[in-house]
Structures are given as structure tokens and as C-alpha cells.
């Protein structure tokens, strides 16, 4: 076999393995079955295309550890010569214009943070100064029969790897480009990134996409998918906003047996439960993924005995994020919570990681507290988290369905929800 046909061979069967491992990711829709068609390699470029605009895709979803996150997906078409950051423009000003038009009000958000990037797949056309064997047929497919195009050059020739570098560098140019250029455009990127890359050469014909037969080859050649996540940055504005609405912020974790008021006159409709008598009920709290403190549920015979992995967490504190009411119970099986209020600094912290004003709140069990081998009383919580200033109420419930007892790392997610709701939200 002709070496150049098996490096060919040899990227299509790389490629392959590399997609495979996207096991839950959105991937471009590929149609191998679509057959290559003959590229025109004389007389044949005489299109008259127009560089396609960008195609964007941004959604909401569940994560939960965060409540949400916001992903997009991004198809940025470029031109065969002249200057990319033109194209990046277009693509990132599409983008963003499609995540504002989500916000209800834009002024209270500063920027765009893009915080991951899982996957670019970058392609070039199958012309470089000449036509080039390609690896991708029009529709994305695999190209099943290699020899149509064994007179184009290919692997090892100049003008082949010089456009498969094309391809492969999209994503170094995109981080670059939002590195220098993104702040005017009100994007930034977080270090580190390290996405799943892909290159291809996708047969247009032999021609560049402005020139190749859009009759033929519908699809241009030239482009970069990147698919990744966002969050907003609150502005000045919308800092201020949130202060205001978090300034007096509770969170209540506790077992009642009867309903108590909380600071601001503030009561439960979901605070009575019946048959929590255990020691295994100690819990982390997090807001926007910043610790808050533990809570301790406990109310059995190790936490009145002394047991002192049944009394991690109880007992009043301040630590830098909150203050802690610790109450204790009285007897066994009796009431038992913790009232969490925001110190300025916790304030601070959890507008910095707020995604336009939300706030996402979730528990697991503490793994240093005592546990029943390794598993913590799930449905023990009631939850409420409200605001003391104007009583509104934001999270009042059991977050539950766990069952008895589960594993003392699993997630308890509380919700996510808006700082500053209006009218105010009531869960239950």
C-alpha cells in the first residue's frame, strides 16, 4: 500500500478512537455513510460563496454539584486567506449577543468567563496552492475509498501539512484570540484548559470554500466547533444588587420536632419530622462551591455519651465565611439545628463565583464525623434559606430521596436560584 494512503489510513483510524472516548459529549453530526464524491481538481472552481455565519447553540444544564452550568457550542467559519481575527470576531460577537439575550438585565453582569472548553473539532477545505487528499468526506463521513483521491497530494507534502496544521491549531488560535482580544469583546478564559482536539481536512472539491461547487459540496471546509462552559461575571452593578439581597442571607439546617421561629420571625412549613435518633447525621454546606461550614444533626445516645466524631460541628463558631448558631438537643431524639449567617467576607466570595446572581447551595456528609460504616442519615435535613431583611423565603424543604442512608459522600442538592427574585420564590 502507498505510504501516503496509510498515514491517511492511519489519522482516520486515530480520529476514530479519539471520538469514540466523547462518550456524553455534543459532537458534530457525521454521516460516514455518505460516499466521497471525485474532487474537481481542473475548471471546477468557480463558486462564488460567501463565508457562512457562525451557528450558535447555548443551553442550561443540570450539574450537581453547581446546580446548573451553562454550556454553548460554537461553528465559526473562516476564509481561505486573510486575517482569522476577523472570523473570531464574528463567531465570539454571535455568542455573546445569544447569552445576553438570556439575561433579564444586563447591566448587572461584567463579563463572560469561559470556564471549559471539552471538545474543538477543527477542520480545513482540501485546498492549499493545490488540491489535497482529504480525510473527511463533505458531510463530516469517513471516506471509504481513498483511491479517488490518490493523485492529490497528501501526507509528507508541503502544502498538506502546512493545511493540517490549519486545522490543528484552531484551538491554540481561539485561546490566543480570546487571551489578547477577548476583554473588549466582554469574554474571558480561565488557564489550564485542556480540551479533546480533532483535525481534519474535509474534501470541498479541491477548491477553497469561497471557489468550491456549493451544488456538490453544500458543506464549507473551513471551521472550528467548540463546545464548552460559561459563566457570567456580575458588574459593578449587579455586585451591589446582590449585596444587598444576601446581606441578611440564613441558611437553617436542622431535625425538628416542632416548629421553631427563626431569626427574623421566620418559621418552617416543612420543619416537623418524627423518628430521627442517630449520631450519623453530620453535613457540609456549600453555597456557589464555597465550604460554609458543617452542620451537626446528631441527637442519639454516642452524641449525649460524648462521642467526639458525634460532636464534630456542634458548637457555636465563626469561621471566614459564616457565623454558626449551633442549638443543641435537649434530649435524645430531640430538636436539633444550625443557623448560618454570611460574614462580609462569605458575601464576597459567593458573588465572586455567582453566575449572573444565582445562588446554588448543596450538603454532603462530613467524612471525619461519625458515620454508620461509611453512610450518613439521608433523610434527616429539613433545609430553609431565606433572607432575615425582607423574610422572603428562597429554600424550605427536605431535600430527601436518598433514602434512609446513603453514602456520606453524596450530594444533597438544594437548588439554585436567584439572589434577588422577584417576587420572592417559596420551595417546598
Not at 13 to 40: A, D, F, G, W, Y
Not at 131 to 148: E, F, R, V, Y
Not at 219 to 241: H, V
Not at 399 to 419: E, H, I, N, S
Amino acid at each position: 500500500m502507498n505510504r501516503s494512503y496509510s498515514k491517511i489510513r492511519h489519522i482516520q483510524e486515530v480520529n476514530q478512537r479519539l471520538e469514540n472516548r466523547l462518550l456524553n459529549e455534543q459532537t458534530p453530526k457525521l454521516n460516514p455513510k455518505t460516499p466521497s464524491i471525485p474532487p474537481v481538481t481542473t475548471g471546477g472552481c468557480n463558486g462564488n460563496n460567501q463565508i457562512s455565519e457562525p451557528i450558535i447553540t447555548v443551553k442550561e444544564k443540570d450539574n450537581i454539584f453547581t446546580g446548573k452550568h451553562n454550556t454553548f457550542e460554537l461553528k465559526m467559519f473562516f476564509k481561505a486567506t486573510g486575517i482569522v481575527n476577523e472570523d473570531f470576531q464574528k463567531g465570539f460577537t454571535v455568542l455573546k449577543n445569544q447569552i445576553m439575550a438570556k439575561v433579564s438585565d444586563p447591566t448587572t453582569i461584567g463579563g463572560i468567563e469561559i470556564n471549559d472548553i471539552r471538545s474543538v473539532w477543527g477542520s480545513a477545505s482540501n485546498y492549499y496552492n493545490a488540491p489535497l487528499q482529504p480525510t473527511k468526506n463533505n458531510n463530516g463521513g469517513d471516506i471509504t475509498d481513498t483511491s479517488i483521491n490518490a493523485n492529490l497530494e497528501g501526507p509528507g507534502k508541503t502544502n498538506y501539512d502546512k493545511n493540517l496544521k490549519f486545522a490543528e491549531s484552531r484551538w491554540s488560535s481561539i485561546y490566543n484570540y480570546i487571551k489578547t482580544n477577548g476583554k473588549s469583546l466582554g469574554f474571558s478564559i480561565t488557564d489550564n484548559i485542556n480540551p479533546k482536539t480533532f483535525a481534519y481536512i474535509t474534501d470541498t472539491g479541491g477548491c477553497t470554500d469561497e471557489k468550491r461547487d456549493s451544488a456538490r459540496y453544500p458543506n464549507p471546509g473551513q471551521y472550528a466547533i467548540i463546545s464548552g462552559e460559561y459563566r457570567l461575571i456580575p458588574s459593578d452593578i449587579g455586585i451591589t444588587k446582590i449585596k444587598k439581597c444576601i446581606n441578611k442571607l440564613k441558611v437553617v439546617v436542622g431535625y425538628f420536632t416542632k416548629k421553631v421561629p427563626f431569626p427574623g420571625g421566620i418559621t418552617s412549613n416543612t420543619a416537623v419530622q418524627k423518628g430521627h435518633k442517630c449520631d450519623f447525621a453530620t453535613f457540609d454546606v456549600y453555597c456557589n462551591n464555597i465550604f460554609l461550614a458543617t452542620v451537626n444533626l446528631n441527637n442519639g445516645s454516642h452524641f449525649f455519651k460524648g462521642n467526639s466524631l458525634a460532636k464534630i460541628g456542634a458548637e457555636p463558631s465563626t469561621n471566614t465565611y459564616c457565623s454558626i448558631d449551633y442549638n443543641a438537643p435537649t434530649e435524645e431524639g430531640g430538636t436539633v439545628y444550625t443557623v448560618l449567617s454570611l460574614t462580609n467576607n462569605g458575601i464576597t466570595e459567593i458573588i465572586k463565583q455567582s453566575d449572573s446572581g444565582t445562588l446554588s447551595f448543596y450538603m454532603t456528609g462530613n467524612k471525619n464525623a461519625l458515620t454508620d460504616g461509611g453512610k450518613v442519615h439521608g433523610s434527616a435535613p429539613t433545609v430553609l434559606v431565606y433572607n432575615a431583611l425582607d423574610k422572603r423565603i428562597l429554600y424550605d424543604a427536605q431535600p430527601g430521596g436518598f433514602g434512609t442512608f446513603v453514602k456520606y459522600d453524596t450530594v444533597f442538592q438544594l437548588g439554585t436560584f436567584d439572589a434577588c427574585p422577584t417576587p420572592a420564590i417559596t420551595k417546598k
